[in-house]
């Protein structure tokens, strides 16, 4: 039987992206018009910068504490948090937390060993492409990668936050990230992790010149 999935949100068009897909590939596995329980709850994103700007790690990993708790109230069984940022506060937040997490970075690599991408581009906000998270979880799995030079990742960066989570998607936005990963794949890289949420609104296998990972490596049925 499917579990309870507690989605931890922090942006609304990344939370809403995950719950749409995980009510939209469910049926594949579950049936017709099925998919798992879902429950969501969210701190607004102001109050999760306000930590991250402060590099307070610790401020970040009480919010998502926070929803974890209200969450296992609602009866979840378990709890993903479809943003990436965020995934820097994990280990301050798994000791305490009421429920298991799967955590989105591991679920990405694992996909990426699957799969056989042997060096991969990393693209997300300046929090993840200059963050520890990524580079400890891929070379867990001898998983090689590359990010943006230091223009690339302000632009990408900005684009994120000016754009995306406001639910603004250009075609210019577009083009950049086409290009970015373009040049990352003359370096060597098989595929590009889209490693903020709302990167899959503006980009996808359908658009970049690598394949693409994102939180959708997380396999929300029947899980943990």
């Known amino acids: 039987m499917p579990k309870h999935i507690g989605i931890v949100a922090c942006s609304a068009e ?5 719950y749409r897909t995980i009510c939209t590939e469910a049926p594949a596995l579950m049936g017709r018009h099925m998919h798992p329980e879902v429950s969501m709850h969210t701190h607004c994103l102001a109050e999760y ?7 307070d790690w610790q401020g970040v990993a009480s919010l998502m504490l926070s ?9 979840a069984d378990f709890l993903i948090a479809p943003d990436n940022t965020i995934h820097r506060a994990f280990a301050l937040v798994a000791p305490h937390s009421p429920l298991p997490w ?3 970075v591991e679920e990405v690599a694992a996909a990426a060993q699957q799969r056989g991408f042997r060096k991969l581009a990393i693209t997300g906000t300046k929090y993840t492409m200059e963050g520890p998270v990524y580079p400890e979880k891929l070379s867990a799995r001898g998983i090689e990668y590359l990010v943006p030079n230091a ?13 995306l989570v406001n639910g603004a998607f250009s075609d210019e936005s577009r083009t950049y990230f086409q290009q970015v990963i373009g040049r990352l794949s003359q370096q060597g890289c ?11 609104l503006l ?6 010149p690598l394949p693409t990972l994102g939180f959708d490596a997380y396999s929300c049925a029947g899980r943990p």
């Open 49 to 55: 910068m306000e930590f991250v700007y402060r590099d």
């Open 151 to 163: 223009d690339e990742r302000a632009r990408i960066d900005a684009i994120i936050f000016d754009e």
């Open 67 to 75: 929803s974890a708790h209200k969450l296992a109230k609602a009866g």
């Open 190 to 200: 098989e595929a590009a992790v889209l490693g903020c949420t709302e990167i899959p």
């Open 14 to 18: 990344g939370a809403a992206l995950c």
């Open 102 to 104: 799967l955590h989105i």
């Open 203 to 208: 980009i996808d296998d359908t658009s970049s």
